[in-house]
C-alpha cells in the first residue's frame, strides 16, 4: 500500500517560474490538505479539500492554486514562484476532516527552493 | 483564531531519563482535540499520541505519556526512558471537533548516549 505519494522529493525554482507539486493517495481518503513547514513556523494549511470538486482556503494560500478532480490527486500550483515560498510543502489525507478519529496520514514531504 | 504554542525550540535528555515537552494553546471551543507529532530526520510525520478534551484521563502509550491541563490550556509531553530513536522535531496540534489541525511551532529533541 503506496499510502501518500508526493512528486518530486527536491525541486529547485527560479523567481517567477511556475510548477506543480504532486500529491496521490490510494486510501479512498476524502479530505486531502496541503501544508507548508519553515523554520520556527511549524506547518502552515495552505489549502484542502473534503472531497472531489471541492477546495477550500487555509491560513496561507495566497501564491497557490489547488483542484480536486478526482479522489486520490490533490495537486499544488505554484504559479510565479517567489523566495518567500522556499519551504518543505507536505500533503496529508484522511477519511474526514475529524482528525481524531481519521488521523491524518503525511506523505514524506518535497523540499522546494526558489533562487 | 485558535493557536498552538511551544516554548521550547530545543530540548535535551540523556538516554534513559525522562522529559517533558510543554504545550499550551488558545481556544474558546469546549470540543476539541489535542495532539503530538513526531518528525525524525527523514521528515516523515508520526502520530505520537491523542487526547480528546473532554476525557479527564491523561493518554499514555507505552512511554510517551500526556499532562493534560484543560483549565490551564496546556498540554504537555512526557517521554519516559528516552531512547535514540526519540531524536526528532516534536509538534504539538489542536483540532476543534470537525476542523482542521493547527499545528506549534515544534521542539527539536536532542537525546544523549
Partial sequence: NAGVTQTPKFQVLKTGQSMTLQCAQDMNHEYMSWYRQDPGMGLRLIHYSVGAGITDQGEVPNGYNVSRSTTEDFPLRLLSAAPSQTSVYFCASSYSMDSYNSPLHFGNGTRLTVT | ?113
Fill in chain 2, 1 to 113: 483564531a485558535q493557536t498552538v504554542t511551544q516554548s521550547q525550540p530545543e530540548m535535551s535528555v540523556q538516554e534513559a531519563e525522562t522529559v517533558t515537552l510543554s504545550c499550551t494553546y488558545d481556544t474558546s471551543e469546549s470540543d476539541y482535540y489535542l495532539f503530538w507529532y513526531k518528525q525524525p530526520p527523514s521528515r516523515q510525520m508520526i502520530l505520537v499520541i491523542r487526547q480528546e478534551a473532554y476525557k479527564q484521563q491523561n493518554a499514555t502509550e507505552n512511554r510517551f505519556s500526556v499532562n493534560f491541563q484543560k483549565a490551564a490550556k496546556s498540554f504537555s509531553l512526557k517521554i519516559s526512558d528516552s531512547q535514540l530513536g526519540d531524536a526528532a522535531m516534536y509538534f504539538c496540534a489542536y483540532s476543534a471537533s470537525g476542523s482542521r489541525l493547527t499545528f506549534g511551532e515544534g521542539t527539536q529533541l536532542t537525546v544523549n548516549p
